[in-house]
């Protein structure tokens, strides 16, 4: 070995032994419960060890002594052993009254087997059994094996810890992760190559000394280490498969050493071939989800009494559930999560239109449309709903009797894998039915599948009762939304109809006045243009053409005077000022026509009626009021603004509201000042529209 390398090696355990020391002197000194506490005990064994550990690699780099190097490297299995212990003891039962095991009863054989595989590896080379180069092939792939189990018991530590005690044992788990992973390292290079790497040797004590800080925070944060450990199913899942993997490379690392061996000069080449196969197979198996699958049910089958934790599937399920982007997509998310119960890779679901007794296929999922119908009163369908059975069409072609020999259709026979049928009940009715198709890993359906998929069924049923029911939701509001438009319409077109009935009654005793016979024509002729515009507001949904500008209310208002005159009632007009707002002004003219005509059919022939124009600030202000019998405030509040709300006996109560939000949207306001026998005076402000007649540039050269 190299002086400098060897310097640094001695530098790096005394640092270690330095550090380890510490360790034991900070627990037994501020540990006031270390006595008693059994967790606290072992890691003080371990701080122990670990000393004893990088004192004897201290004393081998300084002597270079064979029996200093094995005294060494059995202090490093003892180190690791102690470790084993101390996790498997945090690992343990707590609870008496809690039988199912937090930690599975193979793990803890295996690493009592490495020690005392270990042990007897270094009496073998003291007693001269094996030669030492044997020794330090076997003690290398012994150190592998190792520092994977402890990875092992790290990462189950973490996973089953619960979350109160999880910032307890971070530091632990990280410090130890980072020892064990470096070992990984150290001793997988060494079966690779069959040589330790002298540069992670020499580092291999800092590494150790600079994760002793994290020891000792994790002791001050917690005294008894853990509480309430709990082994799910997905943490013994993610254990079994990091150990079967770790298995798996050190089953590579040694056929890659023995071809290296005996293949001669192209042995090198063939290792690394053989490693990157097997690593690239490593990885096809982790990603197939046919082996994942049989890793869940071996895990589920051999170490939990349930198969299932219900609270991870429930939760699953309900976020499945929830994450779909449109109600169309909910069918496909309901076959996807009744699958992952059951390791299925394909479904279809069939579903009942509200109202029609025909079941016809509404969504699939790896499985080809089927356009065949189900029948409500069918045999299928009549027997999900009086059972709520999950037919297993495995066990029904064998046993046809357990199920009252129920008559499978034509259709399901033909349909590729079909396993399982869950039907989806929502209360006292049976929405559909979802088929499974066969799963990627044989599953025993027993009683707490079934019980699963039928409780996770009548959920998928509700969700899917809350998608129909949205669906008719939203078609009664789009029917209520063009009946409320078609009212706007037949409210226009009766005030037409009103308008050319009066004409026509007028005729017959003015039919020879030029004059009469002209506004009549142009009477005619703004009633055709109105309907015009209000049949392709009926047809096209929008508002009538033509985008807002500027309009004249003295003109509007001389218009509605003039043609309330023509029918016999006189209007007094005010007009202040010549304003003009924002707006359509056939629109406008409706709105205030419509308060005008309120006005006269509120009053007695011969009441005075008036409408004002005047500014108002920066607004126009329109006042229509009458002498007539007024309106309560609790009418004002509750009725005269709302739609199909009147008092009139041939009204529709639709032009009120819908003058008030034709007011609204242009940024206006109507104010209602009435009171019973007194009149009623209703006061309407729009924004004006302001016509510049001077550029900016002109403004500026002003100033």
């Known amino acids: 070995m190299e002086i400098t390398s060897a310097s640094l090696i001695i530098w790096s355990y005394g640092l270690a032994a330095f550090g380890y020391l510490a360790l034991w002197i900070y627990l037994i000194s501020f540990g006031a419960d270390w006595r008693s506490g059994l967790h606290t005990r072992r890691m003080v064994s371990v701080a122990i060890m670990s000393t004893l550990w990088a004192s004897a690699g201290f004393l081998y780099t300084y002597s270079g002594n064979t029996l200093a190097l094995i005294a060494a490297s059995l202090a490093d299995v003892a180190k690791y052993g102690v470790w084993y212990l101390f996790l498997v003891t945090l690992l343990a039962p707590t609870d008496k009254q809690d039988d199912k095991p937090f930690l599975p009863s193979w793990l803890p054989a295996i690493c009592w087997t490495l020690v005392f595989a270990g042990i007897v590896l270094h009496f073998s080379v003291t007693l001269r059994l094996i030669s030492p180069a044997e020794w330090l092939r076997l003690l290398f792939f012994h150190g592998l094996a190792e520092a994977v189990i402890g990875l092992v018991l790290v990462e189950q530590l973490f996973r089953t810890v619960s979350e109160d005690s999880r910032w307890n044992i971070k530091p ?13 390292y ?11 790497d002298r540069d992670a040797l020499a580092v291999r004590g800092f590494v150790h000394a600079i994760t002793i800080p994290l020891l000792m925070m994790a002791t001050d944060r917690a005294r008894d280490w853990t509480s309430k450990i709990r082994l799910s199913q997905k943490a013994a899942f993610h254990s079994a498969t990091l150990l079967l993997a770790g298995l798996y490379l050190l089953f590579t690392a040694g056929v890659g050493y023995y ?26 198996l982790l990603v197939s989800g046919s082996m994942r699958a049989k890793m869940k049910v071996l895990v589920g089958k051999h170490f939990f009494r349930y198969r ?27 076959i996807r999560g009744l699958a992952n119960m059951v ?7 069939w579903l009942r239109e509200t109202g029609n007794p025909i079941y016809r296929q509404s969504a699939r999922w790896n499985l080809p449309e089927c356009v065949a119908q189900e029948a409500q009163d ?17 066990e029904y072609r064998s046993y046809p009797a357990r199920y009252n020999n129920l008559d499978i259709p034509g259709w399901l026979s033909d349909l590729p894998n079909a396993w399982l049928i869950v039907p989806l009940m929502a209360g006292n009715e049976m929405q559909g039915f979802v088929i499974l198709a066969s799963s990627r890993t044989p599953i025993n359906v027993n009683w707490e599948v079934n019980d699963l998929l039928r409780a996770a069924g009548c959920q998928a049923a509700s969700y899917l009762a809350r998608m129909q029911a949205t669906e008719a939701l939203l078609e009664v509001r789009k029917f209520d939304a063009f009946n409320k438009m078609s009212a706007f319409v037949v409210h226009d077109l009766k005030n037409i109809v009103t308008q050319l009935s009066l004409m ?34 009926l047809r096209e949904g929008a508002a009538p053409p033509g985008g807002i500008c500027g309009v004249n209310l003295a003109d509007v208002i001389q218009r509605i005077q003039k043609d309330k005159m023509n029918q016999g009632r006189a209007i007094e007009t005010q007009i202040q000022d010549r304003l003009i707002a924002r707006g359509h002004e056939e629109r406008l003219e409706r709105v205030i026509g419509h308060l005008v005509q309120n006005a006269i059919d509120a009053s007695p022939q011969g009441a005075r009626v008036w409408a004002l124009l005047e500014r108002r600030n920066d607004k126009a202000a329109i006042e229509v009021g009458d002498d007539g019998h007024g309106m309560t405030q609790e009418f004002i509040r509750d009725r005269l603004f709302k739609p199909f709300q009147s008092t009139k006996d041939a009204g529709m109560g639709i032009g009120a509201y819908e003058s008030a939000q034709y007011i609204r949207e242009l940024g206006g306001d109507m104010q209602v000042d009435s009171e019973p026998g007194k009149g009623t005076r209703i006061t309407v402000t729009l924004p004006l529209f302001v016509i510049r007649t001077e550029s900016d540039l002109h403004e500026q050269e002003a100033a």
């Open 259 to 284: 071809v290296r061996y005996f293949g001669g000069e192209w042995g090198r080449a063939f290792q690394l071939a053989l490693i990157f196969a097997g690593l690239l197979l490593l990885g096809v």
């Open 308 to 334: 299932y934790d219900y609270r991870e599937e429930w939760l699953r399920f309900t976020q499945t559930l929830t994450e779909q982007e449109s109600p169309q997509a909910l069918g496909q998310q309901v």
């Open 378 to 394: 069918s045999s299928l369908c009549r027997f999900l709903f009086a059972s709520g059975w999950i037919v297993n069409l495995e």
């Open 504 to 537: 026509l009654k007028n005729a017959e005793r003015h039919s020879d006045n030029p004059e009469f016979q002209q506004d009549m024509l142009m009477t005619v002729g703004h009633a055709v243009e109105r309907m015009r515009q209000l049949m392709m507001q």
């Open 172 to 184: 632990l788990c990280l410090a130890l992760f980072f020892q064990f992973a470096f070992d990984v």
């Open 343 to 349: 390791e299925s890779p394909a479904g279809t679901l």
């Open 186 to 196: 150290l001793f997988s290079e060494a079966v690779m190559f069959s040589r330790i």
